[in-house]
């Protein structure tokens, strides 16, 4: 079955830490995003990025990073610098501009 | 003023009544517009996409007035399985999400 993957589905980080979150695509999809959720809120965009190694900053990119090396593959990386990283991060994904996204099943990161 | 907005809710209906959400966007180049489902503490699921001209989809209804830069999602002969948040998304090239609309539909 065609999908988003995107691991673990539950993750703790300790103060000062870095931790990295999986997004895994075989849609054949070329854009992917990241998302926050925090409660009572709509998704914000972390980051994007519309091909292979190119990416691009989306509202809330500070104490985040990503890479795109390979078409299937779009990890996030929550660096210690963001300072209230606990929320629920989804992945999604679209083949072509202007359409509707698919989502991962997301991963829920808390602070220990 | 949110790019997108909507009504939080909750709205509180009984089964088999009809409910009617609406949501404006400010980003009058806009140009693709949906309506997702998402269910608590999961992903948020295509509900249907949202045309110039209105589409219908079983019991749900949407439709785009542009004019007024507003969409909004008709549901018919609610079930207990509609309980749920209802997003709102609009947007050109960068899609952004509403922060949705709470439904409850009781026995």
């Known amino acids: 079955d065609g999908g988003i993957t995107q691991s673990p589905k539950y993750l703790f980080r300790k103060e000062g830490q870095n931790v990295t979150l999986s997004c895994e695509q075989n849609l054949n999809h070329d854009a992917m995003y990241w998302y926050r959720q925090d409660p009572g809120q709509g998704l914000r965009l972390i980051y994007y990025?519309?091909?292979?190694?190119?990416?691009q900053k989306g509202d809330i990119a500070e104490g985040y990073s990503v890479s795109r090396e390979k078409k299937e593959s779009f990890p996030l990386t929550v660096t210690s610098a963001q300072k209230n990283p606990t929320a629920f991060y989804l992945c999604a994904s679209i083949k072509e501009a202007n359409q509707p996204q698919h989502f991962g099943d997301g991963t829920r990161l808390s602070i220990l | 003023r949110k790019e997108v907005e909507q009504d939080p809710g909750p709205f509180n209906v009984p089964e088999g009544a009809t409910v009617a959400f609406n949501c404006t966007y400010s980003n009058s180049a806009s140009q693709s517009f949906f309506w997702y489902r998402q269910d608590c503490r999961k992903e948020p699921k295509l509900l249907m996409s949202v045309y110039s001209s209105g589409n219908e989809d079983g019991r749900f209804t949407a439709q785009l007035n542009r004019a007024s830069q507003y969409i909004s999602l008709l549901i018919r002969d609610s079930k207990l399985s509609d309980s749920a948040t209802y997003l709102c998304?609009?947007?050109?090239?960068?899609?952004?999400f509403g922060t949705g609309t709470r439904l409850l539909v009781s026995p």
């Open positions: 998304v609009a947007g050109f090239q960068k899609l952004v």
């Open positions: 990025s519309q091909i292979v190694n190119d990416f």
